[in-house]
């Protein structure tokens, strides 16, 4: 499988605290059968002052210490860029990093607010399709607003963005909430990605293979490859065996 969210870079978001910690959770993530992950670190003007560029060398760190390893992990960064007026400036200033490219576009990871989806997301969201960046939405199951009525993405949908479930949520384990919409959006075959969405090897574990079972038994097989390997992969540029 291939995780295009998670948080395992050290010491620079909530994700891991240190290179042992971010060892540890792609030791635990390669035991889960996932063979790709891209790193995507909280970029969150006000509260994780990351870009592109600071990202960079904390992941070349990893890259390096995984090497020593020797664990079958690929691994890519990117990073998980929060709604805000500053991905303008970031944009500009050639800072925003990318998951991968699909179609010719270059496709990023977008974080709208937990509580609500502001006014002028949609304004954002194609203001970026238009600079040839194509948003994947993040946890969208989370998202109250979603929660409340899951049509509010659908202005999202209809100027092609993407969307990411969040595994622990389709797993039921972030609450009904998240778990009911997680199924409404399965069951209307909106989702492009599940991905771990790690932080750590706790309450939030870089594992899939619990929603990729669900995935599969409730929507076939076919839809959980689609979803954990299919999909990812295309977006990563990860080349598949036939
Ligand atoms: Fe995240």
């Given at each position: 499988?291939?995780d295009l969210h998670c948080h395992i870079l050290a010491g620079i978001d909530?994700g891991a605290?240190d290179l042992?910690?971010a060892v540890?959770l792609c030791?635990?993530?390669?035991?889960?059968?996932?063979?790709h992950m891209t790193a995507t670190p909280h970029i969150?003007?006000?509260?994780w002052?990351n870009r592109r560029s600071s990202i960079e060398p904390v992941f070349q760190q990893l890259r390096q210490r995984l090497a020593?390893?020797?664990l079958?992990l690929s691994l890519a960064m990117a990073g998980e860029?929060?709604?805000?007026?500053?991905?303008?400036?970031?944009?500009?200033?050639?800072e925003?990093p990318f998951l991968g490219?699909?179609?010719?576009?270059?496709?990023?990871l977008?974080?709208?607010?937990?509580?609500?989806?502001?006014?002028?997301?949609?304004?954002?969201?194609?203001?970026?399709?238009?600079?040839?960046?194509?948003?994947?939405?993040?946890?969208?199951?989370?998202?109250?607003?979603?929660?409340?009525?899951?049509?509010?993405?659908?202005?999202?949908?209809?100027?092609?963005?993407?969307?990411?479930?969040?595994?622990?949520?389709?797993?039921?384990?972030?609450?009904?909430?998240?778990?009911?919409?997680?199924?409404?959006?399965?069951?209307?075959?909106?989702?492009?990605?599940?991905?771990?969405?790690?932080?750590?090897?706790?309450?939030?574990?870089?594992?899939?293979?619990?929603?990729?079972?669900?995935?599969?038994?409730?929507?076939?097989?076919?839809?959980?490859?689609?979803?954990?390997?299919?999909?990812?992969?295309?977006?990563a540029?990860?080349?598949?065996?036939?």
């Amino acid at each position: 499988m291939i995780d295009l969210h998670c948080h395992i870079l050290a010491g620079i978001d909530d994700g891991a605290r240190d290179l042992d910690e971010a060892v540890a959770l792609c030791q635990m993530a390669v035991a889960d059968g996932i063979r790709h992950m891209t790193a995507t670190p909280h970029i969150h003007p006000g509260r994780w002052e990351n870009r592109r560029s600071s990202i960079e060398p904390v992941f070349q760190q990893l890259r390096q210490r995984l090497a020593q390893e020797q664990l079958p992990l690929s691994l890519a960064m990117a990073g998980e860029v929060r709604l805000s007026a500053e991905v303008l400036a970031l944009f500009a200033e050639g800072e925003l990093p990318f998951l991968g490219q699909l179609d010719g576009r270059q496709v990023m990871l977008l974080e709208l607010p937990h509580g609500s989806i502001p006014p002028g997301s949609d304004k954002l969201a194609k203001w970026l399709i238009e600079r040839n960046i194509l948003p994947i939405i993040a946890h969208p199951e989370r998202n109250k607003a979603v929660v409340a009525d899951i049509d509010k993405l659908l202005p999202f949908l209809e100027m092609g963005c993407l969307t990411q479930l969040t595994a622990m949520s389709v797993s039921g384990r972030f609450g009904e909430g998240a778990e009911h919409t997680a199924h409404a959006i399965l069951a209307q075959d909106w989702a492009t990605i599940v991905a771990s969405d790690a932080h750590n090897t706790g309450s939030r574990p870089p594992i899939l293979s619990e929603a990729y079972n669900v995935v599969a038994e409730r929507y076939g097989p076919e839809r959980a490859e689609r979803l954990f390997v299919r999909n990812p992969a295309a977006i990563a540029g990860i080349e598949l065996d036939a």
